[in-house]
């Protein structure tokens, strides 16, 4: 069947077939590096960009010193001028590929670069990246951006990868783009120009906002790819049947070398486009194979680069009377031959039949083969497999004669949706079957020898012996107990005081609950009624090696997750592993194998010295009254929400909204209603978790909920309505207001209607902006604080949970005049780090107690595919950053403790919230403790006051 050729792919084939330059490639190295030197390869991958090769089209580049840094490199790039006829079918442009692969940029926001102008004409670039998909013309997959310098001046440029989302101006296309699979970064340029000179250097990748988080993967090399199918080997003495000498123009000699038959190919450089073609009698027709890759094994004999050609056609050529022509029923691809070199070669003759999602953080290792891609050119997106016409190889212009060894031609598996990896990967007891490590569980009665050992010690686990009642520091000194937790400062230090008046410090644990143990099966119902299963991901069910039986006892630990934040699917079964290991381990019913752990775990909490759980606890442990606690809120309802156009869990509360009290009055409601309000061992609530409320990498982000609600109608957006009130005020008339803002609004009732400027800013929106940002934070947090404590007047208001890639100065200050204590999440190396801990310099000004409300280290030396936020080496790594990471919050004056996320491991299969898979707990899936972490965790702990105050 004929596929739809897209815009973008006629005119690759316009650029690659008229142009008698031919993706020269350029005469520099094959690996370029952008950033502190041109052929070093950093082992920073978040601070440059790889290239494996760089391809110029009408243009020209060169390697020169860095104008503005002298120990640096830069690249100047002079595009060829286009006519305004040519406009249509000449785009000069270099293109940069990755070092091997594919770019996973998926954990990145933005690309940064300085492009310096050196001419006296502004010089008008546009900046286009592309994914695997883009790559064979899907627009909605390439990503364009362009930028205007300016004569003679040198501006950092950022390329925000959901800047088409966002509706920011200049940008267009790439609303699907995959950020794990990129395959190109191109700069270019649209007619009609003059001819146009840049030079760039400092490239950057930028963090994204939000939990984007990619690790590394683990490869493992499988050798030569497996066949589906021989189309030929050349095995007969005589040249393949398959070669039609009336359709090339190359010279074929068959040979024999070390016992293997291949025919050697000479490409003339008296032909403009020398060529074979393999063609049968009749079509091949390969639908049978499903996904597949059309490989080619070549040997290129030579000491020099070959640029090699491939085009494949789904009906005859034109010089036989079809259709084919290279773009029409063809798809047409190009791939460089290394010098003396012998590998495989494989072209994706389309698009494959839907991507397999596997909703894992992060994957389980991958198979990597010796292929090399044939990177798609020009032509149709997807070929009809059932009728082959012909393959042809060919070379554009040689400067001289050229000869390769061709072996055979075959088909192989998909090698970019190869899923056998996937089979199987976790045991019965959710462990990874791929590898060993010390806490691996391997039998039934391995767990219940853990559990006797557990049941032992059972309730004989006390506080350390420096601790009063509530956890405070029993050898310091004694202040005024008010029954609750407060806070006050002793000695330029903030701190908390413990309802005995004893000075106390907050370290524990987040998340000690089985709500974030449960995993996705891939099983969904057809009849929500009738809980017929279905397979609804074949991929997700294959990953489990055993799932119970619905007559099996360890099935009540099945579940029914409604709503999936981001995954294979939206919604399904869920499995927890860690609880069905709790009932072997106990060897009793679901119920009792609660109760166990809930005692085993406030007995580990004593023993290893924390003096709170942290947050998320499951609500059993209310009460207990061992351990200090805090309680968490969330505000839902229908009230109206603002978006930054940068959400990650999703926009945030429109606090303007009168409804929005209502919301927030619920959720207090609801939080009371779970806890005593008389409680001593409660610490606080906590408000709410990583609100996109914004943050300072960049203009666009910093300002984004401004500009959004700005775009808004006043009828339609309460926040909007008090914005343009608070304007009025301010600027009496729309003509003041145009004059700081340098605007041409037409009338306040225009401006009421929407104001959608997404441009940079000038200088007076920027003034403007910053204050309408802290104006919308004081509103939502006077609301939370206010029904708060209405309901739990004696107890501390924790904040919001700030993110590093959610906070500004603004917001910040304006939460400052509300709670009782900042709360921040940072995942970091420490305290100290100037990057994620930006907010950092606002300590002495907002001058209130702060913790940090999470932060881990992980590995993947346990099974687990993905180290979390922050990866180090291995387990003994975690054990000294954790005691690294808590000096630094306990030498800070302005905080009062921090808490590691979290108690469990996450599945090897994904949360089934959002698929994380990481090695976070003190525990892994089968209850089993980290002995490093825990070893560090308790020697901090024992020290942990006589460093805060005497230290």
């Known amino acids: 069947m004929r596929t739809r050729k897209t815009k973008i792919a006629i005119l690759l084939s316009s650029i690659v077939i008229t142009n008698s330059g031919n993706f020269a490639v350029a005469d520099i190295n094959d690996t370029l590096i952008f950033k502190d030197e041109i052929t070093t390869i950093s082992k920073e991958p978040h601070n440059f960009i790889e290239w ?99 004569p003679g001046k040198t501006q950092t440029v950022e390329m925000l990868f959901n800047g088409s989302k966002r509706q920011l101006d200049n940008y267009w296309g790439g609303e699907q783009i995959d950020l794990r699979q990129l395959v190109e970064f191109q700069l270019y340029v649209q007619g009609p120009a003059e001819r146009q000179t840049v030079i760039i250097d400092n490239l950057d990748l930028i963090d994204a906002s939000g939990d984007f988080i ?22 007969d003495d005589n040249t393949s049947g398959l070669i039609r000498p009336s359709l090339s123009t190359a010279t074929i000699k068959p040979q024999t070398q070390s016992g293997d038959k291949r025919f050697t190919v000479t490409f003339s450089a008296t032909e403009a486009y020398p060529n074979i073609t393999f063609q049968p009698d009749e079509p091949w027709n390969w639908s049978e194979y499903g996904n597949f890759n059309l490989a080619l094994d070549i040997e290129n004999p030579a000491s020099e680069t070959i640029q090699l050609f491939v085009r494949v056609d789904q009906a005859k050529n034109t010089e036989s009377g079809g259709t ?125 020898r853990a559990g006797q050992e557990a049941l032992k010690t059972l309730g004989h686990a006390s506080p350390m012996a420096d601790r009063c009642k509530y956890g ?39 998340n000690v609950r089985m709500d974030d143990t449960v995993t996705i099966t891939g099983i969904d119902y057809d009849d929500a009624n009738s809980k017929a299963p279905v397979i609804a991901s074949e991929l997700r069910h294959s990953m489990f090696e055993w799932l119970p039986e619905q007559s099996d006892p360890l099935a009540v630990n099945y579940d029914y997750a409604p709503f999936v934040h981001s995954g294979a699917l939206k919604q399904g079964e869920v499995f927890s592993f860690y609880r069905a290991n709790l009932m072997r381990k106990f ?67 429109d606090p303007f909204d009168p409804e929005f009290i209502n919301s927030a009055k619920a959720m207090a409601q609801e939080v009371a209603s779970k806890v005593s309000v008389n409680d001593p061992w409660l610490v606080g609530v906590f408000v709410d978790n990583e609100i996109s409320w914004g943050n300072v990498m960049n203009e666009a982000n910093h300002f984004g909920l401004i500009v959004n609600t700005l775009s808004y109608s006043s009828q339609e957006s309460p926040a909007k309505a008090a914005f343009s009130q608070s304007l009025k005020t301010k600027y009496s008339t729309i003509k003041a207001l145009n004059q700081a803002w340098q605007t041409g609004i037409k009338s306040w009732d225009s401006f009421d209607l929407s104001f959608n400027h997404r441009s940079a800013l000038t200088d007076g929106m920027r003034e403007d902006y910053s204050d309408l940002l802290q104006m919308l934070s004081e509103q939502y947090f006077s609301i939370v604080q206010a029904e708060v404590k209405r309901v739990l007047p004696n107890h501390l208001y924790l904040g919001a949970r700030f993110a590093d890639w959610g906070i500004t100065p603004e917001i910040a200050r304006g939460a400052a005049k509300y709670v009782d204590v900042m709360s921040y999440n940072l995942y970091a190396n420490d305290l100290d780090d100037s990057k994620k ?48 990471y808590m000096d630094s919050v306990l030498n800070n004056p302005y905080f009062v403790g921090a808490h590691w996320f979290q108690y469990l491991d996450s599945p090897a299969t994904g949360r089934a919230w959002d698929g994380e898979n990481y090695n976070i707990g003190f ?29």
């Open 52 to 150: 494996q090769s760089t391809k110029t089209h009408h243009a020209k580049i060169r390697i020169e010193n860095n104008i503005n840094s002298p120990d640096k490199n830069s690249v100047e790039i002079s595009f060829d001028a286009v006519s305004d006829e040519d406009k249509n079918t000449l785009w000069p442009s270099v293109r940069f590929s990755p070092n091997a692969g594919t770019w996973n940029w998926n954990a990145k926001g933005s690309l940064k670069l300085d492009i310096t102008n050196p001419t006296d004409q502004p010089a008008n670039i546009i900046m286009k990246l592309v994914d695997s998909t883009g790559q064979v013309g899907v627009i909605d997959n390439q990503l364009n951006y362009s930028v205007i310098i300016e």
């Open 214 to 235: 990619a690790a590394d993967e683990r490869i493992i090399n499988a050798g030569p790819v497996p066949t589906l199918a021989l189309i030929d080997d050349f095995s």
């Open 324 to 448: 084919a022509d290279g773009v029409t029923d063809s798809i047409s691809g190009y791939v460089t031959l290394k010098p003396n070199s012998d590998g495989t070669y494989y072209l994706a003759l389309g698009q494959s039949s839907g991507t397999m999602t596997s909703g894992l953080r992060s994957e389980p290792p991958k198979l990597s083969y010796d292929a090399h891609a044939i990177s798609f050119g020009w032509g149709e997106t997807k070929l009809d497999t059932s009728q082959i016409h012909s393959i042809q190889l060919y070379l554009q212009n040689p400067t001289k004669d050229v000869d390769i060894a061709v072996k055979s031609i075959r088909l192989i598996p998909d090698l970019d949706t190869e899923i056998t990896r996937y089979k199987d990967i976790v045991d019965r007891y959710g462990q990874f079957t791929g590898d060993e490590w010390p806490e691996k569980i391997h039998s039934d009665e391995q767990l219940v």
């Open 472 to 510: 405070g520091w029993k050898q310091g000194p004694k202040l005024d107990g008010t029954g609750f937790f407060r806070t006050t400062k002793v000695d330029g230090k903030w701190t908390l005081v413990d309802p005995k008046g004893c000075l106390f410090f907050m370290t524990g644990l987040d």
């Open 587 to 653: 060897d009793t019913d679901k119920h009792q194998a609660m109760q166990i752990w809930k005692n085993v775990t406030l007995d580990r909490m004593n023993d290893w010295g924390f003096t709170t759980l942290g947050n998320w606890i499951d609500p059993m442990f209310y009460g207990s009254e061992r351990i200090a606690y805090q309680v968490h809120g969330w505000i839902n309802g229908s009230h109206k929400r603002i978006s930054t156009g940068n959400d990650y869990w999703g926009p945030i509360h």
């Open 837 to 884: 801990a930006h907010w950092k310099d606002l300590l002495p000004e907002l001058d209130k107690p702060s913790m940090i409300g999470e932060f881990h280290f992980g590995a993947t030396d346990t099974g687990l595919f993905h180290g979390g936020i922050i990866t180090v080496a291995d387990q003994p790594e975690r054990a000294k950053m954790y005691t690294h």
């Open 923 to 951: 525990v892994t899936v089968a209850d089993e403790p980290y002995v490093e972490l825990i070893k560090a965790a308790k020697q901090f702990n024992a020290q942990l006051y006589d460093k805060r105050f005497k230290g």
